[in-house]
């Protein structure tokens, strides 16, 4: 199973949750990989991000700067 969760706060926060226990890994995925080029491009684009870990799940965040408010 997975969850996504948006939170628009003073930044925008995405959170996805799954079951498996394996941590993330940043790398440079080769031209000829399949994968392994989604976190990352998320860190390319993200001010922040992150993993929370609980006994049954892992949680990968990331956060971006929201544009400023006009008036």
């Known amino acids: 199973p997975l969850q ?3 939170i628009k706060d003073h930044a ?3 959170e996805v949750q799954d ?3 394996n941590a993330p ?14 976190l990352f491009i998320v860190a390319q684009l ?5 993993t929370r870990y609980t006994p049954d799940d892992k949680t ?4 971006q700067a929201l544009p400023p408010l006009h008036p």
Do not use: P, Q
């Open 4 to 6: 996504l969760r948006i």
């Open 60 to 63: 990968v965040w990331t956060e």
């Open 25 to 38: 890994r940043l790398r440079h995925a080769r031209t000829v990989d399949e994968g392994g080029r989604g």
């Open 12 to 14: 925008l926060t995405c």
């Open 46 to 50: 993200s001010r922040n991000w992150g």
């Open 19 to 21: 079951a498996d226990a």
